[in-house]
T-cell receptor, first 115, second 113 residues
């Protein structure tokens, strides 16, 4: 079945460091791909998305490119801030095996940014 | 402002009691979802609804029930049959079920003792 695998955390970085959080997926068909962010005690917020191969999603300095050939959607940011400390979830939404659509979330990667 | 509201933010119950979590959206979305999140874990789908008066079981529906009598509302009841009900519960909605992003509420933290 469809699945999303993202790198285990926590990831600890110093302010202004470069961030990469890896995400790979397994899916039939052509899913849409998403990154969501969750701040402590809150719900998830959509960070960025891409709906087809080679699309690049971007928001608030974060970027991710839909790579069909490597089935990946890695999240990157050139210079992280303390306020970026949160849990990041990679997700896909596509047709399930039994028809209809299903959204699958990765396990989440916690990011700590030190001042 | 459009969005999803969940109430209450924190809920405490004694074991053996049923409890209902509220979820309301004013985004005019057709699809709504309930997820459970345990500490350090990802999201697990409990129930979802694509349209009023219709809902489907997700991956961990046992011990839970839902209703969808209005487009805006999708309450979740945690019954006494749920063996480990203490968790963070998240409600979400999307325009319809498909390759669309989901919009999440702030969550309800349920503690059962």
């Amino acid at each position: 079945g469809d699945s999303v695998t993202q790198m285990e955390g926590p990831v600890t970085l110093s302010e202004e460091a470069f961030l990469t959080i890896n995400c790979t997926y397994t899916a039939t068909g052509y899913p849409s791909l998403f990154w969501y962010v969750q701040y402590p005690g809150e719900g998830l917020q959509l960070l960025l998305k891409a709906t087809k191969a080679d699309d690049k999603g971007s928001n608030k300095g974060f970027e991710a490119t839909y790579r069909k050939e490597t089935t990946s959607f890695h999240l990157e940011k050139g210079s992280v801030q303390v306020s970026d400390s949160a849990v990041y979830f990679c997700a896909l939404s596509g047709e399930g095996n039994t028809g209809g659509f299903k959204t699958i979330f990765g396990a989440g990667t916690r990011l700590f940014v030190k001042a | 402002d459009g969005g999803i509201t969940q109430s209450p933010k924190y809920l405490f119950r004694k074991e053996g009691q049923n409890v209902t979590l509220s979820c309301e959206q004013n985004l005019n979305h057709d699809a709504m979802y309930w997820y459970r999140q345990d500490p350090g874990q990802g999201l697990r789908l409990i129930y979802y609804s694509q349209i009023v008066n219709d809902f489907q079981k997700g991956d961990i529906a046992e011990g839970y029930s839902v209703s969808r009598e209005k487009k805006e509302s999708f309450p979740l009841t945690v019954t006494s049959a749920q063996k480990n009900p203490t968790a963070f519960y998240l409600c979400a909605s999307s325009i319809t079920q498909g390759r669309y992003e989901q919009y999440f509420g702030p969550g309800t933290r349920l503690t059962v003792t």
